[in-house]
């Protein structure tokens, strides 16, 4: 662990180069997608960086997790490879730094239009007339139905074994609004 006191960088008002390239591998390697640009990844890390101005608790985490986080490998962060970056970042998946990083980016990671456009999300749909004659049918990220008979010989199970009663009342019979209207008690039932 890495104190304040020991180390004046954690006091620092901005954090170094080499630090934000640490930040936006961290949210990279925790939300993998390979279509996404940089510029996303690169704009949440300011996004985190900007947060963390609000809260020097935060900054300090921030600082700190990034300080330390080269003392769980042998390695440089930025030199692992994924899978090895992966496991670094389970391990401290439960500290306030991490947490604060994830929930940060999954709030506005996704909010990004260059991330709307590597999604192919167009966008709300109300101010374009809406879905239905607009994509609504679209799915070509899904595989085509498979519409065919399935070949095997389907068992009549016959009639009911018991009666089935009629859709509507037979003649003369009444029916029934309310089956217990106007009495408290049920007959043959027990009470305590």
Known sequence: ?????????????E????????LTRIIRVAFPHPDFPDGPYER???KIIDASEESRWFRMALTQGLMTLDTLTE?????LPEDRALAV?????DLEFFGFIRRTT?????????????????GESFSQGGYLYRGFNDLTWLPEPRIEECGVEVTEIGPLPYAVAPAAPEDGVQSVDHLFKGTNTVEG????
């Open 1 to 13: 662990m890495v104190f304040p006191a020991k180390y004046s960088e954690l006091n620092a008002l």
């Open 15 to 22: 954090l170094s180069e080499e630090a934000r390239r640490i």
């Open 189 to 192: 039932a027990m009470t305590r």
């Open 44 to 46: 949440m890390t300011q």
């Open 75 to 79: 390695e440089h962060f930025l030199d």
């Open 89 to 93: 970042l389970k391990r401290i998946a």
């Open 106 to 122: 999954v709030l506005n990671l996704y909010d990004d239009p260059e991330v709307h456009t590597a999604l192919g999300y167009e």
